[in-house]
């Protein structure tokens, strides 16, 4: 599946279990994740959205825009009142080059953790 835009990011198949951790807590899993890696930054894994406990998550007012992906949507992971702020976003519609990552979730906060697991 390789796909490269611009000699600046490739999207790959992530060939193993991915588990993500928000502090203790194991918020989602999944054998189907894809690996972002993007020149300039840490390689983010985006997950599909069925992936995680949705009821952790709750909805930012945060966007950004990246002119390589397109307008992203934050949210703030919450377990046992304890917010994890702006630890997770979306690209709803990515540009069509990144397609791939449409409605997929990635995660960047020190205390929300992925933890990574080869296939058996």
Not at 77 to 96: E, L
Request: aromatic share 12%; with cysteine.
């Amino acid at each position: 599946m390789p796909a490269y835009f611009d000699n600046r990011i490739e999207l790959h198949e992530h060939a193993g279990q991915l588990c993500v951790y928000a502090g203790p807590q194991l918020i989602g899993q999944t054998d189907t994740a894809l690996r972002l890696v993007e020149r300039g930054y840490a390689d983010r894994f985006y997950l599909p959205w069925s992936a995680i406990e949705s009821h952790c998550l709750q909805r930012s007012d945060k966007q950004t825009y990246c002119p390589y992906k397109g307008d992203t949507r934050y949210y703030h992971v919450v377990i046992d009142d304890v917010s994890y702020d702006n630890a997770a976003w979306v690209y709803p519609q990515p540009r069509s080059e990144m397609a791939a990552i449409a409605g997929r979730i990635a995660f960047d906060h020190p205390q929300v953790t992925l933890e990574i697991a080869p296939r058996q």
